[in-house]
């Protein structure tokens, strides 16, 4: 019932940000929660980020203090904001939406098409 299109994915160099950005639509429950995993290969996916509608946030620790989530409840669009890029940030960025953050993995849950982050050394 929802479809989400994410943008932003792209190369950049180690230390540099980027900022990746997914709209939602469909039935408002279904995005109470929306987040980012990502899948590198070779390694198992994660959740990278995740922000309730009421702003509540979750942070992987290899994230935490250069990654921020954020979203724009009107726009029904999440953000993740990533600074100080490391080469080992490179991956497939997902966003998932859910009734809640457990439920995005779920049958409940929705994911996009992903998107390509590369950061070079």
């Known amino acids: 019932q929802v479809q989400l299109v994410e943008s932003g994915g792209g190369l950049v160099q180690a230390g540099g940000s980027l900022r990746l950005s997914c709209a939602a639509s469909?039935?408002?429950?279904?995005?109470?929660?929306m987040g980012w995993y990502r899948q590198a290969p070779g390694k198992q996916r994660e959740l990278v980020a995740a922000?309730?509608?009421?702003?509540?946030?979750k942070y992987a620790d290899s994230v935490k203090g250069r990654f921020t989530i954020s979203r724009d409840n009107a726009k029904n669009t999440v953000y993740l904001h990533m600074n100080s890029l490391k080469p080992e940030d490179t991956a497939v960025y997902y966003c998932?939406?859910?009734?809640?953050?457990?439920?995005?993995?779920?049958?409940?849950?929705?994911w996009g098409q992903g998107t390509q982050v590369t950061v070079s050394s």
């Open positions: 998932s939406a859910g009734p809640s953050i457990a439920h995005m993995t779920s049958t409940l849950g929705s």
């Open positions: 469909g039935k408002i429950f279904s995005f109470i929660a």
């Open positions: 922000i309730t509608s009421s702003g509540s946030t």
